[in-house]
């Protein structure tokens, strides 16, 4: 929003007042426009002053008794007053006295507003009358117990975004301890000057900036709950619109613990701050991104990745079944979680789907521990993604992982033959194998249970696209895959003569010296030749 821009209504009998008063406006950093040679001519609105009566958000006019007789005055001012009914909002109107003048007078549309006067009609002195009309129209702020060069920061602030036009509204009467120096959690030490619809703050660390409108009430009320966003590092800004469809506005702010990374501190213009606040139009209402769960957010591209606007503010998470306690964000495209004293990550997509499903951090995958990656291309040519995830306890450190010594116990794959979990003993046996790029590909179905075998084994399975894992507690797990698989179930699995795989497939040589493959089962051997 630009600088308040003033239309000066007056009577060419009070033009030494208003040039001295437009002076100090435009001094003050205001966008002031009077017509000089008034009282001349026809008496209507000509197209140079509609066009600057439309333009400008504020009308000052000056009354004296010459004023109030002055045609051209009245029918100025009633015009700015029937355009300002309408759309009182975004217009001010502001009567100033240069000269005393009768109540009686005053025509009636301009009697309920606010005026620059000594008393009841009762013109103020010249100078003071000048300085007045700056300060109900927030071009100047009192200085109080302020320090004048914070005031000042303040000021030009408040004046750039359009002063009583903007959405602080009017300054607030000084109380005796608003002036006080505030400090915030993370020890920076500023000062907050008060308006009518929030308050402007300054710090040495990130300037003069306002907090206003629904950001000011979700600052109070974190602040109420023991979370103090410090202070302001910019101004409220739009922002980029989400994948989903929203737009909006954020702001950033110091944060109640450190700043984010360098890394992200870059992707954020190189400004410095812990925490942002973001509203979207989509009745989301409004909530901070902050610490691990926000650095995670702004990494991803905040607003305009895949996350879009936030729509929660952080909450608890469920404990994990290794009692791991943290938080988590819900977020238009899906939900970040961190661990306890650990980094941050996203779920989302039909990844975040299926581990909602099944329980989200309370089911036995437990935490997120690693970003979505890329998978390795199956030797059955499909292509997918995958995401590592706390499981009920880690895998041996002799499990493949990315990046190497990543500890997780679990995994989500997504491709085109779905979207299926990994863990415990299959996890660990499909891993240790090589996962996707193993022979046995990507996973087609979720752990289900095995038919018992004869033998009295029970246990799981899973499948994938070039095999099948069985699980018992007996054998732990173990893999089948090609020709072996295929007469396998041709004796009905787990249920048939064969019962539950014991070991891995491996050579054998037959008594004729034919060397062959086979695989061991508690109810006999199959054996091919290669």
């Not at 026809?42 to 400008?56: C, F, Y």
Request: net charge negative.
């Amino acid at each position: 929003m630009p600088a308040p821009r003033i239309f000066i209504s007056h009577s060419s009998q009070d033009a030494d007042f208003t040039r001295d008063l437009a002076k100090a406006m435009t001094e003050a950093g205001a966008d002031a426009w009077y017509l000089d040679q008034h009282d001349r001519g026809p008496i209507e609105i000509g197209p140079t002053v509609e066009r600057e009566l439309k333009e400008r958000n504020v009308f000052v006019v000056v009354l004296s008794q010459a004023a109030l007789k002055s045609e051209w005055v009245q029918l100025e001012s009633r015009w700015y007053w029937t355009r300002w009914r309408r759309e009182n909002t975004t217009r001010f109107i502001l009567p100033v006295l240069a000269t005393n003048i009768s109540m009686n007078d005053l025509w009636d549309f301009l009697g309920d507003f606010k005026r620059v006067e000594q008393g009841e009609g009762v013109a103020l002195p010249s100078n003071q009358a000048v300085q007045q009309t700056l300060v109900e129209l927030g071009i100047t702020l009192p200085v109080g117990d302020y320090p004048p060069d914070v005031v000042e920061a303040m000021r030009r602030k408040y004046v750039a975004l359009g002063a009583i036009t903007s959405g602080l509204g009017m300054p607030r009467y000084l109380q005796a301890d608003d002036a006080s120096q505030r400090i915030s959690q993370r020890g920076t030490s500023g000062y907050t000057y008060p308006f009518q619809h929030g308050d402007m703050r300054w710090c040495e660390k990130g300037g003069a900036h306002p907090v206003w409108r629904g950001f000011f009430y979700l600052y109070n009320k974190k602040h109420k709950e023991g979370l103090d966003a410090g202070f302001p590092m910019t101004d409220e800004i739009s922002a980029s619109p989400s994948p989903q469809g929203s737009k909006g506005v954020y702001q950033r702010f110091e944060g109640p613990w450190g700043d984010y990374s360098d890394e992200v501190i870059r992707l954020l213009a190189n400004v410095r701050c812990g925490a942002t606040a973001y509203w979207s139009a989509h009745n989301y209402k409004k909530h901070f991104t902050w610490g691990a769960l926000g650095e995670c957010y702004e990494r991803l591209h905040s607003t305009h990745g895949y996350l879009g606007f936030p729509t929660s503010d952080e909450l608890d998470a469920a404990p994990s079944p290794r009692k791991t306690e943290g938080r988590y964000q819900e977020f238009e495209g899906g939900t970040i979680y961190r661990r306890s004293r650990a980094g941050a990550h996203s779920v989302h997509g039909e990844i975040g789907a299926l581990f909602h499903a099944k329980g989200g951090t309370r089911s036995r995958l437990g935490f997120p521990m690693a970003d979505e990656h890329s998978a390795a291309r199956s030797p059955q040519g499909t292509d997918g993604v995958y995401q590592y995830f706390e499981g009920r306890w880690d895998y041996p450190t002799d499990v493949p992982s990315y990046p190497p010594g990543k500890r997780y116990g679990a995994t989500i794959y997504c491709s085109a033959r779905g979207t299926y979990a990994t863990a415990d003993g299959i996890g660990m046996c499909y891993e240790r194998l090589g996962g996707t790029k193993s022979a046995l590909g990507f996973p087609t179905s979720s752990e289900l249970d095995a038919t018992p075998s004869p033998q009295g084994t029970t246990g799981r399975y899973q499948v994938f696209e070039g095999g099948i894992i069985h699980w018992c507690e007996k054998y732990n797990a173990v893999p089948i895959t090609g020709q072996i698989l295929d007469i396998y179930n041709q004796h009905a699995g787990s249920g048939g003569e064969f019962g539950f795989p014991i070991a891995a497939e491996e050579s054998a040589s037959a008594k004729d010296g034919r060397v062959g493959r086979q695989q061991r089962f508690e109810g006999g051997i199959i054996y091919i030749e290669e």
